[in-house]
């Protein structure tokens, strides 16, 4: 088995959530990164699991598409247009009943190439747990209401509109690898920073946006995943831009709530070689990790499980993890 660290033709890459895959789960760690798993495979196990991969839980599915339709938003911000929100509404709807039409009827089993294009492989339908009392227009009216909470907030006080019309320099859900992907160098490793956002005013400031379509976190609750993804966010304008710290800054914008909330974060100097050095310990385990797969000093069985059963309820693979979690076997 090739060791499945190097991802892409330029070489092997690191990211948040990769990090976070591997300290949550090694089965789930292997069959994402690890199983050579592809949708032409001659291995009928390997391109089942390739499918897998593919699935996205409702509310995964749900934060995509307004993702999707903010970056269609802030590109006619850019190109000098004034977006109506009737029609960017018009648009996310069309959208999300396509693309839940195309996995009500299971296309992605014949039509995997599909999925992310032209339509979506939810894992409810793949697994029928797909709750009684679930309505699409239910679901499509959430995802609306994120949508004109964050252009509210976009056109009002926060000043984005503005702010994209006059950047010197924009990203706007840029690729996530590749000579064109933002990101910086650790040894021979790509960091991977797939912003949603990032705007450069030269000589001003710097500024990283992530939206969460989810609700803010309470009050004094302990730095999580999200902050260390904007801290990496914030190292690349530092390590791969080459710009000062002191004018860069990231902001979280939360749209799950009646009003967009927006939690501003900063990175000195200390705290970005604190993150460079969580990121040298991550890869340097996760290389030695995968190392002995090559090395077939570990094997699949020789892994554990996720810290709960309700982890492993809810994840990708367990229909060829853990067989007796799923309703039933397609593979």
Not at 126 to 151: N, R
Request: overall charge neutral; hydrophobic content about 35%; proline content about 5%.
């Amino acid at each position: 088995m090739k060791r499945s660290f190097y991802t892409t033709a330029n070489g092997p890459t690191w990211s948040v959530s990769r990090d976070q895959q591997l300290q949550a789960c090694e089965r789930k760690y292997f069959f994402q990164y690890v199983a050579e798993a592809r949708i032409n495979s001659p291995d009928p196990w390997l391109r089942g699991i390739a499918l897998l991969k593919k699935l996205k839980n409702i509310p995964m599915w749900q934060g995509e598409c307004v993702h999707l339709i903010i970056a269609e938003y802030l590109n006619q911000v850019h190109q000098r247009q004034s977006p109506a929100l009737d029609k960017l509404v018009q648009s996310l709807r069309q959208r999300m009943q396509r693309e839940w039409q195309f996995s009500e009827k299971r296309r992605f089993r014949e039509e995997p190439a599909a999925v992310g294009k032209t339509g979506v492989a939810l894992f409810e339908h793949e697994y029928d747990e797909m709750p009684p009392e679930t309505k699409v227009e239910v679901l499509i009216e959430k995802a609306i209401k994120m949508l004109q909470t964050f252009y509210a907030w976009a056109e009002g006080a926060s000043g984005l509109a503005e702010q994209v019309r006059t950047a010197d320099r924009i990203w706007i859900e840029p690729p996530a690898w590749g000579v064109e992907a933002p990101g910086f160098m650790i040894d021979n490793v790509q960091v991977i920073t797939k912003v949603d956002l990032a705007l450069h005013h030269r000589g001003v400031s710097f500024t990283v946006y992530d939206w969460k379509t989810g609700k803010p976190p309470r009050e004094n609750t302990e730095p999580g995943q999200n902050e260390l993804q904007v801290s990496v966010y914030m190292l690349w304008a530092n390590r791969g831009l080459k710009l000062p710290l002191d004018g860069v800054t990231s902001r979280l914008v939360y749209l799950g709530g009646d009003q967009a909330k927006e939690l501003r974060f900063d990175l000195d100097e200390e705290r970005a070689v604190e993150t460079h050095r969580i990121i040298e310990d991550s890869v340097r385990l996760a290389q030695q990790w995968e190392s002995y797969f090559e090395k077939r000093r570990l094997k699949l069985n020789d892994l554990d499980y996720a810290a709960s059963v309700e982890e492993c309820r809810r994840c990708n693979f367990k229909r060829v993890c853990r067989a007796n979690l799923s309703p039933e076997n397609h593979l």
